[in-house]
């Protein structure tokens, strides 16, 4: 008899250790790792009675092993939810008593759940007696990591986006969901195809990252957990990584860069492809991140975030003119206009000069004369001039950059900085369509001094001397990110600009900074006698073209699709048509008071810390989540906070009719 072998696979519908499953001391937030080899094979295991992770179930391996060892024989399969009992090894099926393991282990939402969740009131309640509301749980800070807890919570309030995440995590797992009557199966047979459309790649093919945000926003809106917070151990790891250690624990990050790296990651993720063919002069913006020249492989981050502006860049140069230019512009008339016809002379007289030259006539005086000459046409060409070149690019945007007015620099009576407050639509005026805005160009000058001042000749060459962009907003996208640039970066330090920027949380109409293009003029809302004398195939394009496929899907009869587009154009539709837009999310960043008084060399960035706000849409409460804090606060407080990022979410989006 070979004892190494493995011993038999048998399948029982009851164990007859459940009972020592202890669930206060079960976490799946962290990662699965072996907590004796340190390994992250697939094929790790929880043990249900002290809550940790063991590689294997064979014989000889760690979690074999600790069986034997500690007498506990009730183990998880981390990866499939599988439940296994060692060292018999046989698999625990239909067992009804464990169906809260595994809701906590893999969190699942059927579309019913999910469309349900903004009107959800009801608290849920953890295995210690604590009452949280769902999607509004604190998430637990692991060494100045709380720049990625806003970010997160903010975009877990992002419909759409959260919609997709959840649902596609959870499509490998749907019978969890319990039973379903025909309408929320209908509905959810309707998000399964519109999700399935959005989704480029299955989720088993989804990269890492994206993996770890899917499970990450399940856990926040999960009302199965066993513990009221979340801890974001897996996506922190898998940020760490996808970003080579530029977003790391322990290292404090601006939360708008890292708000347009994470949004660049998850459309790469899912499916969304980065390459292809480049519009025509098309030219990449850098002061507002995360844009895209392709419209190729379109993700759900693009359906919500993107937005179309057009940038005229003026670019002024000093240069040599050049000897072919000096040639030209004496043919046609001189320099400035004057002295045309003694110019012309120069240049007729020296084609006659170098005829002689061949000829072999010259004496001394006729080769002093045309020597002159020559330094006249050589003076001319090396005469230093000013040209200016214009370019307009329409460029696509995930989120908008604006520049907040500087601070002011007299002090207050305690060496403190007079902290003004300025109205958003005052910082918006970059985005005017008037205003020009000087840009930056210290690199581009040094790295083209060097080549540059040894031939200035060229026509393309020269060294800038200034550069100006002007911005028109072409089209705004549903879900529009403000980012309030308030850090600058020197050789020496790191400052912040405490300029308090106020704006609206209802009805921000943002018509105004839109300029349409002359073929895309504003749609008019069309009229009720418009309506009822359109086909059924008209309504449905109606909807279908402002989002609403799932009623034009769902309505049968003409009368009741009817209905239902007459609602629509007086409720939803002006809405859409007008650029409002209502405030969803807010993350602001604050400093300790020392911070910035005068003296003190330490840098804003580093000792801050951030929070976020969001709505609690079925009761209009405002909160405010500072890792694991999470209290209830006012509207009116939220205006005057020192923002960092704003969320805005077009309305009429998310109404149902």
Known sequence: MNMTAEPHVAAATSCPYLDTIDRTSLDFDFSPHCSVTLDSSPHIYACLVCGKFFRGKGRQTPAYTHSVDAGHFVFL???????????????????????????????????????????????????????????????????????????????????????????????????????????????????????????KLPYEEFSPL????????????????????????????????????????????????????????????????????????????????????????ETVIYDTFMGKVEVTTVVRRRKRRGHEAALQMITQGGRDGKDSTNNTSIITQQQKDDQDDRAGSDDEETIQQKQRKREALQSLADEIIYVEEESVTDTDFLQLTLDIPEKPLFKDQDGGLVIPQEPLVNVLRKFDGVSFCDVLAMQQ?????????????????????????????????????????RFKHNNFTVEKNPTIVMFPVKNFDLSSYVFRDEGDPREKVPTVEDVRQMSTKELKHLLTKHGRQDIAQSSIEKEELLQHCLDFISTTLPDLIMDKYDLVANITHDIPAEVGREGTQRNPLEEGSYRCHVQHRATGQWYEMQDLNVTETMPQLIGVSESLLLIFERKGVGATV
């Open 210 to 297: 994206a993996k770890s945000f899917s499970l990450l926003l399940r856990n926040i809106w999960s009302p199965h957990r066993f513990k009221s917070n979340v801890d974001p151990h897996m996506l922190v790891q898998a940020v760490s990584v996808a970003s080579n250690k530029r977003f790391h624990v322990g290292k404090q990050a601006e939360a708008g860069e890292f708000l347009a790296w994470l949004l660049h990651q998850l459309h790469v993720g899912v499916g969304g492809q980065v390459g292809g063919g480049k519009r025509k002069k098309k030219k990449k913006n850098t002061d507002d991140s995360s844009r895209s020249d392709k419209r190729n492989g």
């Open 77 to 199: 399969h981390l990866t499939n939810g599988s439940y296994w009992c060692l060292p018999d090894n046989y698999e625990i099926r239909h067992e009804p008593s464990l169906r809260d393991i595994s809701l906590a282990l893999h969190p699942c939402f059927t579309a019913q759940q999910v469309a349900e969740l903004d009107g959800q009131k009801e608290l849920a309640r953890d295995l210690f007696g604590r009452r949280y509301l769902p999607g509004f749980v604190g998430l637990n800070n692991l060494n100045k990591t709380d720049y990625l807890n806003c970010v997160v919570q903010a975009l877990a309030h992002v419909r759409p986006l959260r919609d997709f995440f959840l649902l596609a995590g959870s499509s490998t797992n749907d019978d969890n969901g319990g039973s379903r009557n025909d309408l929320s199966l209908h509905h959810h047979r309707r998000d399964a195809q519109i999700n399935s459309k959005k989704r």
């Open 445 to 485: 000058q040094q790295q083209s001094k060097v080549l540059q001042e040894n031939d200035m000749s060229g026509s393309e060459g020269g060294i800038i001397v200034s550069k100006k962009r002007r911005y028109k907003l072409k089209k705004l996208p549903n879900y529009l990110i403000l980012h309030l640039n």
